[in-house]
DNA sequence: GTCAACCAGTTCTCTAGAGAACTAGACTTA
DNA sequence: TAAGTCTAGTTCTCTAGAGAACTGGTTGAC
């Protein structure tokens, strides 16, 4: 706690942007599970000994990502983790005939391995790479059926573990993995969709006949300094394709 | 002025929110050019007799909208246009040829009349709606040839004078135009992307094929208190189309 | 038993201000 | 001239607190 307490004399973050990350871990952790209401504005000010505002601060950041919701007069709660986490904290990746996307996909991780790094995603990286990172690469299934093949470029330093890790632990979902096991919140991303033709691999693995016309999303994640920790590239089926997005305050 | 300083004893917004209403139509009145520099937080505080941190708010959320850019030591500046407003202000389509998306599209208005609301447009604008509306069509070109075809639905109560209006005065982009002529803020927009054959309209303008496969957003903008104002549906030639969104925190 | 009134606890809004971090430009000094 | 120093002005961080708005439960009157 003392630590928390040091004015940022050092290159580190702010007071309220490492309580917000403290506060993510604590989610991480599963000290507090989605629905849970976690304590109240005050008692945490109290706890980590700052202001009132510096907290809300950190709670507002949190609940702007998707971690938390606010309901005045309530409480503060874990936000279920649907969509909240992944490709659906940011985005929203479903299938058209389930309007709500209310499904959650599911995920089946094909390999994971060391690789010299493609030069597009070098690109992305930009300079302050290394030579080698981790791929990963991963099928989505609505109801049994393919829909989004991802091939998933981690940076190697940090990412290391992950190649030991069971598949089974990790869940259909990546953003918390990050998280839990390796300590890296992602932020921030950006992506970039466009129409394109599927790949041998991608073919392949959604059942598509080669050089079918897929939908192609490529994304840029970052954590909160705004390293770039992640590239990823999606081939998705096109015809049941939806993908929704909201920018600005969101409303019921 | 004094009746910005009222409590919301009625259903009034926030006093940070009014604030921030009325610090965006000072940019879109003019008074504020793009690139200039707005008085300083202190001085805008004074101005309005609000307290600094409650002025702080209301830039901060213009400054989450993308119309102002805070630099600390310097000033408040106000953003330029190109990528901040209309169909950019929250998303990004642009031309596969052009990476930075840095040139602007050209904007051909190519109809507006009142129509009968059809029915998966009543579908979106919820209950509350009339039973007729304002349907306005574009084609947006870059470099010459036709991208984007759009069809724009508005509430009609609150956009009749848009009829009267000559179309060599709205400039390339309307949620500048609805601000201004209207009094009308859009804060925050929903789009959703998927993959469609063109209709007889848009690929006539579009200039393809019968039943080409097309891009389709579909959007729904929303006023500060959450009011849908407008649905637009857009087809792009699926080629050339990009489609890039960031969330969370901004990174150069 | 039902309904209204109250109450404790929560988030939200707004105020007031101090000091740190940073920038651009003016000024000084070698 | 060139380089360093200072200063006024800006945004950013953090503190302290009061009152409003709202919720869910308890209490009390009828």
Redesign the interface.
């Known amino acids: 706690m003392c630590a928390l307490r040091m004015p940022q004399a050092d290159g580190r973050l702010p007071l309220y942007a490492r309580l917000r990350d403290q506060l993510a871990s604590r989610i991480a952790n599963g000290e507090w599970s989605p629905g849970d209401t976690i304590p109240s504005e005050n008692r945490l000010a109290e706890e980590y000994g700052v202001a009132l505002a510096t907290m809300r601060m950190a709670l507002k950041q949190l609940v702007d ?1 998707g971690l938390l919701e606010r309901r005045r007069g309530t409480g503060t709660f874990v936000k279920q983790p649907a969509f909240r986490a992944d490709l659906f904290r ?2 929203h990746v479903y299938d ?1 005939d389930d309007p709500d996307g209310s499904v959650i996909p599911e995920s089946r991780i094909l390999s994971r391995h060391e690789v010299e790094t493609p030069d597009e995603v070098r690109l992305a990286f930009g300079e302050s790479n290394t030579t080698r990172c981790l791929k990963l690469e991963r099928v989505r299934l609505w109801s049994g059926e393919p829909m989004l093949f991802e091939e998933v470029y981690l940076r190697l330093p940090d990412f290391e573990g992950l190649l030991a890790l069971d598949p089974k632990d990790m869940g259909p979902l990546l953003y918390p993995v990050f998280l839990q096991e390796f300590g890296i919140l ?10 394109g033709t599927a790949t041998q691999a991608s073919a392949r693995h959604l059942e598509l006949p080669a050089n079918s ?1 897929v ?1 192609v999303i490529e994304r840029i994640a ?1 954590d ?1 300094v ?1 390293r770039i920790i992640e590239y990823r590239r999606v081939h998705g089926r ?2 049941r ?12």
Chains 1, 2 share one sequence.
Do not use: K, M
């Open positions: 990502e940011f985005f058209a992602i932020t921030s991303a950006t992506d970039e969709l466009s129409f016309p939908a970052r909160p705004g096109p015809e394709f939806r993908y929704r997005v909201t920018l600005g305050e969101q409303h019921a």
